[in-house]
């Protein structure tokens, strides 16, 4: 092998080693679907309560939800070929994820039963947990329209404390539309436009 | 004139190459996710992983999940010295080149 021909193979060493190791970190998972379920199921709850003023109507819709989300990943996992290996980023935000869950739902319902519960400390303690839990996972990913999420979700928290029930209700509404129905559909987006790329680099 | 490196020949060869940078990036990977990120046959993976399990570079834990048998390769910590060695290595034998 003449030098730089055993260079170019060297150099062919360097650039594969930062292929594989790009190839390993990055995710192929799709989450902007999850957002745009949440975020409908919110929307049912929100009906629910304001046309039937049941009081479980949130309880039992987050129930259910949480049944039909859990079937969904299952039913995903097992179409799936291979499995993708876990990462400590992705370990980081399931963790944020589900501390969130479990908080909110002990939090919710404690309140509730205590009968300390009003529409304002309920959607700005959910508005927190949620900017809490965007903010977390944007920066962990060094996303902005994730970390912009978490900020509309501490806006409303903030606006949540003040004006009327029907105010409180409309600034509800909006952060879901925005950080679960959009921000779900633009991640959405993202993930096929990567798919797209990785499936024409593999060609 | 200072003396080159010599290159670690576990690592060098280029599935062995891909294998340990593919496990540098993630906690735990299977069999299946290597051999579809590397293109590799069955049989030269298997043959390839184990010359890194023997080096001691790749640990490999064998379980059942739902009844179904999983291999589960993780790089070890001798496995990530071993691969960080090696780059520095390779930079240093290639030296200015990297960036042209």
Redesign the interface.
């Known amino acids: 092998m003449t030098a730089s021909n055993e260079?170019l193979g060297?150099?062919d060493?360097?650039n594969?080693?930062?292929?594989?190791?790009?190839?390993?970190?990055r995710t192929t998972e799709s989450w902007g679907w999850t957002f745009v379920f949440w975020g409908v199921a919110y929307y049912i709850a929100i009906a629910w309560t304001a046309i039937y003023h049941w009081p479980w109507a949130w309880l039992v819709t987050m129930a259910g939800a949480w049944v039909l989300y859990s079937a969904i990943i299952r039913s995903k996992q097992k179409n799936k070929?291979?499995?993708?290996?876990?990462?400590?980023i992705g370990?980081a935000i399931f963790a944020i994820w589900i501390s969130m869950g479990v908080s909110l739902s002990l939090l919710l319902p404690a309140l509730g039963f205590s009968d300390r519960f009003n529409q304002h400390i309920f959607v700005a303690i959910v508005a927190a947990m949620l900017g809490v839990a965007n903010g977390a996972s944007g920066m962990i990913i060094r996303w902005k329209a994730q970390i912009a999420s978490a900020f509309v979700w501490w806006a409303a928290t903030v606006a949540a404390c003040f004006g009327s029930d029907d105010q409180c209700t409309v600034v509800f509404l909006v952060a879901i539309f925005l950080c679960q129905i959009v921000f779900g559909v633009y991640a959405m987006n993202c993930e096929a436009r990567l798919r797209k790329q990785q499936e024409a680099n593999h060609v | 004139m200072s003396e080159l490196p010599e290159l670690n020949p576990v690592i060098?060869g280029?599935l062995r190459?891909?294998l340990l940078?593919?496990?540098?990036?993630?906690?735990?990977?299977?069999f299946?996710?290597l051999?579809?990120?590397t293109g590799s046959t069955d049989g030269n993976l298997g043959a390839q992983i184990a010359k890194l399990e023997e080096a001691g570079y790749v640990s490999v834990e064998k379980k059942f999940v739902q009844r179904k048998p999983q291999t589960l390769y993780r790089m070890t910590e001798a496995g990530r010295a071993a691969l960080s060695e090696y780059?520095q290595a390779?930079?240093k034998?290639?030296g200015g080149?990297?960036g042209a």
């Not at chain 2, 940078?21 to 299977?30: D, F, Q, R, T």
């Open positions: 260079e060297l150099k060493r360097l594969l080693i930062e292929t594989m190791i790009s190839e390993g970190r070929p291979e499995r993708r290996p876990g990462t400590t370990r | 060098h280029k190459l891909a940078s593919l496990l540098v990036g993630v906690e735990e990977a299977e299946t996710w051999r579809s990120k780059i390779l930079k034998l290639l080149a990297i």
